[in-house]
């Protein structure tokens, strides 16, 4: 490449961060802007993210709240008015939140409705960091501060000296808890809001303490007032009014536990202790440029700089840590599977159908014990629900398909990572092929149809199903890697590497596509290359065409050879984006997303399609590999609010661009 292009080196840094003072190692935060992908909504997603304030995987992520509560866009950038700071576990606007609650400080007459107590504010005022934020609230002449550690956070609100003072705990409907303590000045709670996934007996429990006495205490249920220092029911929370000498801020220590009240209190005592707001930032600061600089960049702009480093943060957030230190240290967690408290760990927030294709894979390459405390933890899935988590958050959720989390695990142990019970997980992966699980998106939906006939045919009540087979095979592919890496029989070893040829089943080579097939082996009729949806996910043959990724060569020997291949990788930019979303009986946000970017019908919003124009180097073109790489980066990645092309989901949007920056994918 020529040197006006970045050029990136990996370096890792274990021994010399060891070995060099922490003022010598780049500050690099200031080159992440969480606000990217913040300027979305349900019609058109440019990233569908929020500013996360948090630590790498962190337990809990902060942020400002623009939307109402249960609105999956919780931070929206074209919003005007934020009406509080909330503790958020949200994996996807899609997923939507669990555990959430919120603060605010206000001046005046308190309000407690979201719409009536939220303030204007400007992003002329906001300062956004992956370990801090800060604001300035208009209608209550009040700046905000917070710096989060994985499970806990601390507050600085200066208030102007000449109005009262108050500060709202909204803990939020669908069952919720507050309790005041004046002589303490803190405040608990619970809060069971949640969007699926949980156990009857789910709770987030927090603990707030203020260095600032409460003179006034006020709680409120389902929007009602009273004088009562505890309340439970739908919708609860509390109201805290300070005194204090003028000039001075409020300080705010907030814990939180998936476990109980008791551990919130471990959990924030050992994260933050008696450290002071600027302490904790410096070490969140500190946090994160241990991971940035673990790739360190030269050449190129600031707006590649930021993002690359955004990109970097991105795919640092997810999967997130669900497990806590009790009071000896040792791990623990509360299962959002069958609602015990259990030792070991768990994570959770991730869809593997997403994050198998690059995400995991970076894992691999830099994060190796990590790798193997998230392996333990599918053990523990596992063991705890009887199935593997394909997407959690917390527990299982019925979105996406595939069981592609064979795949995390076959490329996990293959790449000699150990350290947890590889034989429990492929006792897993096994019981996966076989079976269907309790929802759709676990285990394999459409399992018998694709054991016995190869596939999963187009004319039976099972959705997506081309994309199965497709995705199924790639699965059945990884397993039969783990199954020789474990020296399985050869009878089992060979089922598997049969199975990895089904992809051949669904591809029509008169159209030159995948394509839906029926029972009787006939085609899909009539067929539409451009239909969204019916037999693919979130996509048309265009993309699932190129979902071998286990054998492009066999892919190119289908279609004919190279030539052709080419030809046809070729076609998917200069084909004009056209669609048809009957399907669905909507424009999706992810077609419009193929529509306005200007390459055909690549569709790189979308997961399916990331890997397509790397299959150029099989055709021994990689000129074309390049020249398309560099205008996905140039044109589709941005340092802007909206500088993400559709969803970020868990970081895999992210590491597309953060490998492709290296070179490789």
Not at 329 to 335: F, T
Not at 382 to 398: D, Q
Not at 517 to 531: C, I, L, M, R, Y
Request: glycine letters at 8%.
């Amino acid at each position: 490449m020529k040197r006006k292009f970045i050029f990136f080196y990996l370096v890792i840094l274990f021994l010399q961060c060891a070995n060099n003072p922490q003022n010598e190692v780049p500050d690099l935060t200031h080159y992440v802007n969480p606000l990217v992908g913040t300027d979305s909504d349900f019609f058109l997603s440019n990233g569908n993210t929020y500013p996360a304030v948090g630590l790498p995987w962190g337990m809990n992520y902060w942020t400002p709240q623009t939307g109402e509560m249960g609105n999956g866009w919780i931070y929206t950038y074209d919003a005007y008015k934020i009406c509080g700071f909330r503790q958020t576990h949200q994996p996807s606007p899609w997923i939507n939140d669990y555990g959430a609650f919120s603060l605010l400080p206000m001046t005046g007459e308190p309000q407690i409705s979201e719409a009536k107590r939220a303030s204007w504010f400007s992003h002329k005022t906001e300062t956004v960091l992956p370990h801090y934020y800060r604001v300035y609230l208009g209608d209550y002449h009040a700046t905000v501060e917070m710096t989060p550690t994985e499970r806990c956070a601390c507050f600085r609100i200066t208030f102007p000296p000449d109005r009262q003072a108050w500060l709202l705990l909204d803990a939020f409907f669908k069952g919720s808890h507050v309790k005041i303590f004046p002589e303490q000045n803190k405040i608990i709670g619970w809060c069971r809001n949640n969007a699926g996934g949980v156990p009857e007996n789910f709770k987030n429990y927090f603990v707030l303490y203020s260095d600032t006495p409460f003179d006034s205490m006020l709680t409120w249920n389902s929007g009602k007032i009273t004088a009562q220092l505890e309340t439970t029911g739908e919708h609860t929370g509390a109201l805290v009014r300070f005194t204090w000498g003028r000039g001075e801020s409020v300080n705010l220590r907030i814990g939180s536990s998936f476990i109980s009240t008791e551990q919130a209190q471990i959990n924030l005592k050992r994260e933050i202790g008696e450290d002071f707001f600027d302490v904790v930032r410096d070490k969140g600061r500190m946090a994160w440029n241990k991971e940035l600089n673990r790739i360190r960049v030269e050449g190129g702009t600031d707006a590649q700089l930021t993002t690359f480093y955004t990109a970097l943060y991105r795919l640092l957030l997810y999967p997130r840590r669900f497990y806590e230190l009790d009071r000896t240290g040792e791990v623990v967690h509360y299962s959002p599977y069958n609602g015990q408290v259990l030792p070991g760990y768990m994570f959770t927030d991730n869809g593997f159908w997403d994050t198998f294709r690059a995400v995991f894979p970076f894992f691999t390459l830099m994060y190796r014990e990590l790798n193997a405390r998230i392996m333990q933890g599918l053990v523990n899935t596992y063991k705890e629900s009887g199935w593997l988590p394909e997407w959690a958050s917390p527990g299982h959720r019925n979105c996406m398909i595939g069981s592609n989390s064979a795949s995390i695990i076959a490329d996990s142990y293959i790449k000699g990572i150990r350290g947890y019970d590889v034989e429990a997980l492929y006792e897993a992966v096994l019981k996966n092929s076989e079976n269907e699980g309790p929802l759709s998106s676990v285990g394999r939906y459409g399992v018998d149809y694709y054991n016995k006939l190869g596939y999963i045919p187009y004319d039976v009540d099972i959705n997506e199903n081309t994309a199965r087979t497709l995705e199924y095979s790639y699965d059945d592919f990884c397993i039969y890697r783990l199954a020789e890496a474990l020296g399985r029989p050869l009878a089992e070893i060979n089922r598997f590497k049969n199975r990895a040829e089904n992809y051949r089943n669904v591809f029509d080579s008169v159209t030159g596509f995948m394509r839906g097939k029926n029972t009787d082996g006939s085609w899909q009729s009539p067929f539409v290359a451009e239909k969204w949806g019916d037999a693919f996910t979130e996509g048309c043959a265009w993309h699932y065409t190129w979902s071998v990724f286990h054998d492009p060569q066999g892919l190119i020997d289908l279609m004919g050879g190279r030539q052709k291949f080419a030809g046809k990788l070729d076609a998917v930019f200069t084909t004009p984006p056209v669609f048809d979303y009957s399907y669905y009986g909507i424009q999706i946000h992810e077609i419009t997303e193929m529509v306005i970017a200007g390459m055909g019908q690549y569709a790189h919003g979308n997961q399916p399609v990331q890997h397509t124009i790397y299959l150029y180097n099989y055709t021994g073109e990689p000129w074309k590999a390049q020249e398309r790489v560099r205008e996905v980066m140039d044109i589709l990645y941005t340092p802007l609010p909206d500088g993400l092309c559709g969803d970020e989901d868990n970081g895999q949007t992210s590491a597309w661009y953060v490998f492709s920056a290296l070179g490789f994918y």
